[in-house]
């Protein structure tokens, strides 16, 4: 890899340890589940970890970010707030208190002369975009999506998938003892796998009584089921929706970061695993065996450098991956996408170029990828796209609508009609406006702040 200098950075990270929860086999819906103090501490861990690497002026990646405190225009964080409950939210948070700690130095000087710290010795509240799957499908693009469940039944009905099961019928008949009635089926092996992980963190009864092996025979099975479900031959392939779903913050972000005229130095996404196998594939990083094809582990971090090169004219991204714990520090791997004559690191305009066409840009363009027609608004953005005074404009629209804005889009336009409708009444002396008189306070209506939207902090 050419010598160059760090521009910025798109990190994107698992989240922590969490309590056990289940998903479904093929929709991959989830149960709630809440993170763990160890999971907490994880993140807290990885985010102080980055800050060293990226945020010390001492440090050779070091780009430029302000160290003492907070830059809103320098950072943005996103999170996922589907599936999983708050885990990747708290996971968020806690990596943020890493990678932003508190400092006497966020501070106020009052006009009587006195000064004010932040809370907690000077806490930093960064703020956080939550992601909510029913709004925007970046960040769990995965679910409700009705080709991809298609595909994962097909998957599971293949001659592939009925070998691996005839192959490992031994392992997985002498599991029923230790899955507290779970079914025991290869359908269903990463709510096996994830159960039997749960318990020999959290349980020590259970661990003890695990046989030797037997976790890590699990998770190979459930390294080669996730990553079969959430991966593409293709590109583009519906596989890989996890990924395409969220590659337009991602290809937002480089783009910003390379330009001049714009402040931003980082962007961190906190997701669950599914987009990271999806990115595996894609980036071709999983090539040659540089990474296996398998589950990263808590607090799993992968690091989109953008950097100048040397050895080119345009910047270059370049791919650092974590795996949680087991590794000490960022380690590169070299990207092989398509076109690629040699591995390695990627010129800004390449990535771009091979990502963008396969990227999934708005609500409408993942509804009609997933064949939803209902659920996040599907069927609002359907209507509009078929009707022929909204095709147009929703075709060229490319940002996402939820069905929340869809409601007050419908709202707007039902009142605007009302107000016409009023004003010719008027016009032909049907209807008459007057003063109303003043009532006293206890005859005023109650106010609300209705349609007003406050950012999440961490």
């Given at each position: 890899m050419s010598s160059s200098n760090l521009l910025g950075v798109?990190?994107?990270?698992?989240?922590?340890?969490?309590?056990?929860?289940?998903?479904?086999?093929?929709a991959y819906t989830a149960s709630a589940t809440s993170i763990?103090?160890?999971?907490?501490?994880?993140?807290?861990?990885?985010?102080?970890?980055?800050?060293?690497?990226y945020l010390n002026e001492t440090s050779p990646s070091y780009f430029g970010m302000n160290t003492t405190l907070f830059n809103q225009a320098q950072f943005w964080a996103r999170a996922d707030a589907g599936g999983e409950g708050g885990v990747i939210f708290d996971s968020s948070i806690a990596l943020l208190q890493g990678l932003f700690p508190p400092t006497t130095a966020n501070s106020i000087l009052l006009a009587n002369g006195s000064t004010v710290t932040s809370p907690f010795q000077g806490y930093q509240y960064i703020p956080i975009e939550s992601v909510e799957p029913n709004e925007d499908v970046s960040l769990e693009g995965f679910t409700s999506c009705n080709t991809l469940t298609t595909r994962t039944t097909a998957f599971y009905n293949s001659t592939a998938f009925k070998e691996k099961a005839q192959e490992n019928a031994d392992f997985l008949n002498s599991l029923p003892p230790f899955l507290d009635g779970r079914a025991v089926?290869?359908?269903?092996?990463?709510?096996?796998?994830?159960?039997?992980?749960?318990?020999?963190?959290?349980?020590?009864?259970?661990?003890?009584?695990?046989?030797?092996?037997?976790?890590?025979?699990?998770?190979?099975?459930?390294?080669?089921?996730?990553?079969?479900?959430?991966?593409?031959?293709?590109l583009g392939g519906i596989g890989n929706i996890a990924g395409t779903a969220m590659l337009p913050s991602i290809l937002t972000a480089m783009q910003r970061i390379v330009n001049a005229s714009d402040p931003l130095k980082m962007h961190y996404s906190a997701i669950s695993y599914k987009p990271l196998l999806s990115l595996f594939n894609m980036t071709g990083v999983v090539a040659d065996d540089q990474l296996p094809p398998a589950l990263v582990n808590y607090a799993a971090a992968v690091a989109l450098e953008i950097r100048s090169s040397s050895d080119?004219?345009?910047?270059?991204?370049?791919?650092?991956?974590?795996?949680?714990?087991?590794?000490?520090?960022?380690?590169?791997?070299?990207?092989?996408?398509?076109?690629?004559?040699?591995?390695?690191?990627?010129?800004?305009?390449?990535?771009?170029?091979?990502?963008?066409p396969v990227a999934v840009n708005t609500t409408l363009q993942w509804c009609n990828v997933c064949a939803q027609t209902s659920a996040r608004g599907c069927a609002a953005l359907l209507g509009a796209a078929n009707s022929s005074t909204s095709t147009a404009a929703v075709a060229t629209h490319h940002d996402r609508i939820s069905p929340v804005g869809a409601g007050f889009l419908g709202a707007g336009l039902t009142f605007a009609v009302y107000?016409?409708?009023?004003?010719?009444?008027a016009l032909m002396g049907l209807l008459a406006f007057g003063r109303r008189k003043h009532h006293s306070g206890s005859e005023r209506g109650l106010n609300s702040e209705n349609n007003s939207i406050s950012r999440v902090k961490a």
């Open positions: 798109v990190l994107i990270a698992r989240h922590g340890d969490r309590q056990g929860f289940y998903q479904d086999p093929e763990t103090p160890l999971g907490e501490v994880q993140e807290n861990q990885l985010g102080a970890y980055v800050r060293s690497v089926t290869l359908d269903n092996m990463w709510n096996i796998y994830d159960y039997m992980n749960v318990q020999s963190i959290h349980n020590a009864t259970f661990a003890n009584r695990l046989p030797t092996g037997y976790l890590a025979k699990a998770r190979d099975l459930a390294n080669w089921h996730e990553y079969n479900v959430f991966t593409d031959p293709a080119s004219s345009e910047p270059v991204v370049r791919f650092q991956f974590k795996n949680g714990t087991d590794d000490a520090a960022f380690k590169p791997y070299e990207m092989q996408l398509p076109g690629m004559s040699t591995p390695g690191d990627v010129p800004l305009s390449t990535f771009l170029s091979v990502m963008e107000s016409m409708l009023l004003g010719v009444l």
